[in-house]
């Protein structure tokens, strides 16, 4: 079946995911009338604000960092499209499931640091751990294809060009989450987190 890059049924939950960031952005950034500081993930006031799990994702740091990530949901569209989804809703509950999954994986490794009396204090923001995690979902569909998520059909077939794609992607985006200012832990979290998502 030929592929076709036009909009379909399924680009609303992309189109509604990139208004959403950029509605957070101008409330935030631009016009200032929610600090963002309020929506930062960060470790010591999560069990207080639990709500920052899911309001660090869509909360970004500039301008730069917020089209880098605009571009991974453009990147991340055009994979799914090739991998032939078959589904309205993947994108909003790969979304809403991994923010707690990723939170979850970056939770044992802060209690695992606590062993040895590390605690890590820092804050972070931005969609790309959700990125990271699509990449992660989309390179194992690519290689094994994958019919059902949570029990809905998406329809993924393996596909040898997307395969090539991501994992030159991941591979680079992981060089570059070593560049001062970005969370090596968050990418690599949320690369795990959508590995594991592969897997339910």
């Not at 920052?52 to 799914?80: K, P, Q, W």
């Not at 032939?84 to 979850?104: P, Q």
Request: proline share 2%; with cysteine; net charge positive.
């Amino acid at each position: 079946m030929p592929f076709n890059n036009l909009i379909t049924k399924y680009d609303y939950q992309y189109i509604l995911t990139g208004f959403i960031l950029i509605s957070v952005f101008i409330s935030t950034n631009l016009i200032g009338v929610i600090d963002k500081e309020y929506f930062y993930f960060v470790p010591r006031l999560i069990s207080d604000q639990p709500y920052r799990i899911f309001t660090s994702i869509l909360t970004h740091a500039d301008l730069n960092h917020l089209l880098s990530n605009l571009g991974g949901i453009i990147i991340t569209r055009y994979f799914l499209m090739r991998l032939g989804i078959k589904s309205r809703f993947f994108y909003l509950k790969f979304i809403l499931i991994c923010s707690f999954l990723n939170f979850f994986i970056i939770w044992v490794y802060e209690k695992a640091l606590s062993y040895f009396n590390i605690y890590p204090n820092y804050s972070a923001l931005g969609f790309s751990g959700i990125i990271y995690a699509l990449f992660g979902f989309i390179l194992l569909s690519s290689f094994y294809g994958k019919k059902y998520f949570l029990g809905k059909e998406i329809g993924f077939k393996s596909n040898y060009e997307v395969q090539k794609m991501s994992k030159t992607i991941s591979f680079i985006g992981l060089i570059f989450s070593f560049m001062p200012g970005v969370s090596l832990l968050g990418h690599l979290s949320g690369f795990i987190a959508g590995c594991f998502l592969f897997l339910m």
